[in-house]
């Protein structure tokens, strides 16, 4: 038994009231799991669907179960990926929709991991536009973009990348962002990670995470990938399950 709902996402700005919940003791306080306890959907989880703007298709969530004609391949499509709790150890906190990363890489190219660190956390974030990475990582993507596209500017804004070029010429002089997550690769070519605005101006949608403390070195997986992917979160198991979405 599912609740399915198919009423535009589009214009919202993340989900609320879906994250786990960091005291173990109170996780009944969570949405899916008081539609589990009640009885109203047979497993705790809730499966997406995102489309973009430029996409002929409409986002839905899904609770207690999944649509397997949205992911390329079906169910067998999905990648199912261990969860892990980003919060000090000490704070006693469950898991949240964490997965560990090994690397990012631009082309065939090695980004500095943060602190020199091996690995990485990543947090999947509906809330999140774009994708957020930290400083040491940002500072050696700026360097490889900068060696393609030699009128970059980074300095205009901090935080963000852009050119007064046509997000469309810029595209063929880039290489791909590939992220190493939960055991796989997701890779986004240069049109998915560009963003056309006003005018000739081309942004970057891949920036530093300006969130502050330990927290800084998170990399924050938004919307510019997740609306590729479909996404089952399953709280029951604590696992995330992503596959490429049919509309991609």
């Known amino acids: 038994m599912a609740l399915y709902q198919a009423v535009g996402l589009d214009d919202t700005d993340g989900v609320l009231g879906l994250a786990v919940h960091p005291d173990a003791k109170r996780r009944n306080l969570n949405y899916v799991w008081n539609l589990k306890n009640n009885g109203l959907i047979d497993r705790a989880m809730v499966s997406f669907s995102i489309a973009g703007p430029a996409m002929d298709d409409q986002s839905y969530a899904t609770f207690g ?3 397997p004609e949205q992911i390329v391949g079906g169910t067998a499509g999905l990648h199912k990926m261990s969860t892990t709790a980003y919060r000090p150890y000490w704070s006693q906190s469950v898991k949240q929709w964490a997965l560990e990363g090994k690397e990012m890489k631009y082309g065939y190219e090695l980004a500095a991991a943060p602190g020199g660190e091996k690995s ?22 700026k360097e490889k973009w900068s060696k393609d596209v030699h009128d970059l500017d980074c300095v205009t804004d901090d935080n963000f990348c852009q050119v007064m070029t046509p997000c469309a010429d810029i595209a063929k002089k880039l290489k791909p962002v590939s992220f190493s997550i939960g055991g796989q690769t997701f890779e986004m070519g240069p049109a998915l990670y560009l963003h056309q605005a006003e005018g000739t101006r081309c942004q970057f949608a891949i920036h530093s995470n300006q969130l502050k403390g330990t927290t800084g070195n998170l990399v924050l997986v938004g919307d510019t990938l997740l609306r590729h992917l479909y996404q089952v979160y399953d709280f029951e198991n604590e696992t995330i399950a992503l596959g490429v979405n049919t509309h991609s």
């Open 65 to 67: 179960g999944m649509n």
């Open 120 to 141: 990485y956390t990543a947090i999947i974030d509906t809330g999140s536009s774009n994708i957020g990475i930290p400083e040491e990582m940002f500072k050696s993507l």
